[in-house]
């Protein structure tokens, strides 16, 4: 792609600043018409709970809105996103929830310091030579079996956005993968997955799920 990890994040950050409103009137219903992955997110909730419960970070929060939802089902979330602008709407939407600025490339957590972990589609952004890193940020942050729940486009191209969420210029490329090589990474990562499924929904026209726990 020609581009340094400064030059791509600071073009997300850019495209989600512009979004950011509008991204959040189109997608703020849309769990509504996802019960697929609503039993997911209970799923991971049941997990946590088995672990003892504890903080969960929601990583590439957005506007909250799954940040939200996981409040909603009794877990101690908390968000963490690239975009100010997203921060700021999220604060909004979600009065008294935490939300920090910050990116799943240099994740500014303690190790061992939350029990679960979602990146629900904001993997989709980053680019292959930089996966292996930001899971190993993961992996550090969570304690020993802690659950993982990814989510993410399927399919094998990436393709250069430049325009989204209501018409509003954007730039990002959106990185689509199969399930067998975020598999690969994950193992490599120190993470056992335990499920994971494909899916069409209002979410993603071809969406994949993995649940995955922190090995020891």
Known sequence: MGLNADDWLADTRMSYDTVAASYAELTRH????????????????????????????????GTGRITGHLR??????FGIDLSPGMIDVARRDH???????????????ADASVTGLVAWYSLIHIPDDQIRSVLAHFRRVLRPGGPLLLSFHVGDESQLRTE?????????????????????WLNQAGFTVTTHKTLTSAESKLGGIVLARRQP
């Open 30 to 61: 849309l769990l509504d018409e996802t019960p697929e992955e609503r039993a997911v997110l209970a799923l991971f909730a049941d997990l946590v709970r088995a672990q003892g419960g504890g903080p969960v970070a929601d990583v590439g929060c």
């Open 72 to 77: 909603n089902l009794g877990l101690d979330a």
């Open 95 to 109: 009065p008294g929830v935490r939300f920090d600025l910050g990116s799943m490339t240099d994740l500014a957590l």
């Open 164 to 184: 989204g969420y209501g018409g509003h210029p954007m730039k990002v490329y959106v990185h689509r993968r199969q399930h067998d090589q975020t598999i690969e």
